[in-house]
């Protein structure tokens, strides 16, 4: 089946300009996540929903980031009036609960570069 | 909290070598612990994970880890390296509140001929 796709896989902005990322989830997983893969931090988590709960926010380093899952499905993260150390790949993973051991699989990632 | 640590950002190994990876986890509660690898421009794939039902775990390509708890390690090896090995590694902690994997920095592992 599919997996987790994420869209676009490159994105070019200028500093200050808002950007909106999307993460499709493996059909039927209740639980999503996004991480942010950058060189000088490594990946880090950002945000994490579960069905209908209130999604785990602790992740977002700044109040320029957010996110939502609309229909509990398709993803979309953004990030208002982006900075230059805002440039990394993002990554979304999905899994089919929160159980101890669930895997999360990850999508390829989108390429945030900010000019 | 939970934490991970690897030890060598970059290992190097000639083909049919043996493949050790380093991986140290702190953690107040039992820890669900994983290896994840990451070839060029590519998500990650899971590789191998710590269920507490054996602490030799066996994952896809050959690889296996152990989970030693008086150590706190959870070190990946592989027998023989093939040049397809060539990729960047992560070990992952599962958070407390269950939310989130922390990830290690990465041991970028090169394979020469």
């Known amino acids: 089946g599919a997996g987790v796709s994420q869209s676009p896989s490159n994105k070019v902005t200028e500093k200050g300009k808002d950007v909106e990322l999307r993460c499709d989830p493996i059909?039927?997983?209740?639980?999503l996540y996004w991480y942010r893969q950058s060189l000088g931090q490594g990946l880090e988590f950002l945000i994490y929903f579960q069905g209908n709960s209130a999604p785990d926010k602790s992740g977002l380093p700044s109040d320029r980031f957010s996110a939502e899952r609309t229909g509990g499905s398709v993803s979309t993260l953004t990030i208002q009036r982006t900075q230059q150390e805002d440039s990394a790949v993002y990554l979304c993973?999905?899994?089919?609960?929160?159980?101890?051991?669930?895997?999360?699989?990850f999508g390829p990632g989108t390429r945030l570069t900010v000019l | 909290a939970q934490s991970v640590t690897q030890l060598g950002s970059h290992v190097s190994v000639s083909e049919g070598a043996l493949v050790l990876l380093r991986c140290n986890y702190s953690s107040s509660v039992p820890p669900y612990l994983f290896w994840y690898v990451q070839y060029p421009n590519q998500g990650l794939q899971l590789l191998l994970k710590y269920t507490s039902a054996a602490t030799l775990v066996k994952g896809i390509n050959g690889f296996e880890a152990e989970f030693k708890k008086s150590e706190t390690s959870f070190h990946l090896t592989k027998p023989s390296a093939h040049m397809s090995d060539a990729a960047e590694y992560f070990c992952a902690v599962r958070n407390q509140a269950g939310t989130a994997l922390i990830f290690g920095k990465g041991t970028t592992l090169s394979v020469s001929s």
């Open positions: 059909s039927g997983h209740t639980a």
């Open positions: 993973a999905s899994s089919s609960g929160t159980g101890e051991y669930n895997e999360q699989f």
